[in-house]
C-alpha cells in the first residue's frame, strides 16, 4: 500500500513518528510525507522554517513548494505536487487541513486528473457545530463527496459530520501519539530539590497556555478550598493570566507554594511530569472567540493527558470536549468549572496514594495499549484497509 499524507505538522520531525510507524508495520507499505517549502507556525516560534527532504526507504519527507506560508486553510501546493503524484501513485491521499482546506481540494482534483484512483482521506480536530457560508460552503461540499473516509481527532467532530449526513467510514483518533520512550516514569530527585519540591509535597501540575479557557483560575480556586493540604502547584507554559494567578496566590497567602515554569524545550517536559502527583486539564468550553466559519473553543483532545498517563501520573480532567473520552475511566472527571468538584477530585488523590498509584498504573496500560505512535499507526493502517475495502 501506498500512502500519501500532507501537512504542514510534519515540519516537525518528532511529530512524524507515528508515520514512521506506519512505515514498518508490514512489507509492501510506503508512506510519503508532503510538507511545505516553508512555513511560519506563529506563536512563540516567530521565525520561517525550511523543511529538508528525507528518505529512508519506506519512508520519505518531500518538501513542495507552498503558497500561504502560515494559514492551514489557505495552504497550497506549487506544481512539483503532480510530479510527485505521478511518479509515486499513491493507493491512500490523506490531507491534514481539515474539511475546507485548499490544499486538500487541491489534492482530489489531481487524484481525478491524473487518474490515480486513489482514495481520499482528511484529518481535522474542529468539535463545534458550524455553519459555513457561500463560497466556503461549496468548498467543503466538494470535498465531502468526494472523501472515502475521515479521520476526526475527538468523536464530537465525527458526530459532526455524520449530522451532515456523511455515510462513509469514520475513525476518531488524535494526529499525534506518545512517545512512550522519552514520556516514561522516573523519578527526577535533582530537579525536585532544584525547584524546592519536598518528598512529602503533593505536586499538582498543569502543561499549556496561561487563557481562561485553560481552565487555571478554577485550578487554583480549587487548591485554595483545600489549603489546609500539603500541596504545591507546578505551571508550565505562560500566558496572559499569569499576573492574575500570581496575584490571586498572594492575596490568599499561597504563592511560595507555586511554581512557574515558562520555557520548557519538549523533550524535557517528561522531567517536570514525572515531579507531578497529578496532572490537571481544567479546560472550560467558551463561546467568546469567533472565526470566519464557526464561534467558539472546546477541547479537542489535550495531548498531555496521554503524555501523563505514559509516565504513570493520575490524571484529573474537565469534562470539556474530548477530554472524558480520552480519560474514560483511568483518572477522574469533573464538570468544567466546578471548583467544589475539582477540590474533591484532588483531595481523593491526596488522601488516598493507593487510589491515586492505581490511576496512575491504569492510565499507563490505556496509552500503551491505545495512544503509542506504534499502536495508532496500527489503527491508521486499519482504518485505510476499511477504507479500500468499502462499498462506497
Not at 520561517?48 to 507552498?66: C, H, Q
Not at 460552503?137 to 465525527?158: F, P, V
Not at 468538584?341 to 491505545?370: H, W
Request: net charge neutral.
Amino acid at each position: 500500500m501506498k500512502i500519501l499524507v500532507a501537512s504542514h505538522t510534519y515540519i516537525v520531525d518528532l511529530n512524524c513518528q507515528k508515520l514512521r510507524a506506519l512505515s514498518q508495520l508490514e512489507s509492501g507499505i510506503e508512506v510519503t510525507v508532503v510538507v511545505p517549502k516553508r512555513w511560519r507556525p506563529g506563536g512563540v516560534q516567530n521565525k520561517i522554517i525550511a523543511t529538508e527532504y528525507r528518505d529512508e526507504g519506506a519512508f520519505k519527507i518531500v518538501p513542495i513548494a507552498n503558497f500561504s506560508q502560515n494559514q492551514q486553510g489557505l495552504l497550497t501546493f506549487g506544481t512539483d505536487l503532480i510530479a510527485l503524484l505521478q511518479q509515486f501513485r499513491p493507493d491512500i491521499i490523506q490531507v491534514e487541513q481539515g474539511s475546507r482546506g485548499l490544499a486538500y481540494t487541491q489534492a482530489i482534483a489531481l487524484n481525478l486528473l491524473l487518474g490515480l484512483n486513489a482514495k481520499n482521506i482528511f484529518f481535522t480536530w474542529w468539535n463545534l457545530p458550524y455553519k459555513l457560508k457561500l463560497p466556503v460552503a461549496l468548498l467543503e461540499k466538494y470535498n465531502l463527496s468526494h472523501s472515502h473516509g475521515i479521520i476526526c481527532g475527538n468523536q464530537d467532530g465525527a458526530e459532526i459530520f455524520r449530522q451532515k449526513g456523511y455515510k462513509r467510514p469514520i475513525k476518531v483518533m488524535p494526529q499525534l501519539g506518545v512517545d512512550e520512550q522519552l514520556f516514561t516514569p522516573q523519578t527526577q530527585p535533582e530537579l525536585a530539590d532544584q525547584l524546592g519540591i519536598l518528598s512529602s509535597d503533593f505536586v499538582v501540575g498543569f502543561v499549556g497556555r496561561f487563557v481562561p479557557e485553560k481552565g487555571l483560575l478554577t485550578l487554583l480556586q480549587a487548591l485554595i478550598s483545600i489549603k489546609d493540604k500539603s500541596w504545591k502547584l507546578l505551571l508550565l507554559g505562560r500566558g496572559d493570566l499569569q499576573t492574575e494567578l500570581l496575584k490571586i496566590a498572594a492575596e490568599n497567602q499561597i504563592q511560595e507554594r507555586v511554581i512557574i515554569i515558562e520555557s520548557v524545550p519538549h523533550n524535557a517536559v517528561p522531567e517536570y511530569i514525572n515531579l507531578m502527583s497529578t496532572l490537571v486539564l481544567p479546560s472550560e468550553t467558551t463561546y467568546k472567540f469567533k472565526t470566519l466559519t464557526a464561534i467558539g473553543w472546546k477541547e479537542q483532545f489535550g495531548h498531555v493527558i496521554i503524555e501523563a498517563m505514559a509516565c504513570k501520573v493520575p490524571v484529573i480532567g474537565s469534562n470539556s470536549g474530548e477530554i472524558p473520552h480520552v480519560i474514560s475511566d483511568a483518572g477522574l472527571v469533573f464538570p468544567e468549572g466546578d471548583v467544589q468538584a475539582l477540590g474533591s477530585c484532588l483531595t481523593q488523590l491526596i488522601d488516598n496514594p493507593e487510589f491515586a498509584m492505581r490511576l496512575g498504573c491504569m492510565g499507563y496500560q490505556k496509552v500503551m495499549d491505545k495512544y503509542t505512535n506504534q499502536a495508532l499507526a496500527r489503527q491508521q493502517l486499519d482504518f485505510y484497509q476499511e477504507v479500500v475495502n468499502s462499498k462506497f
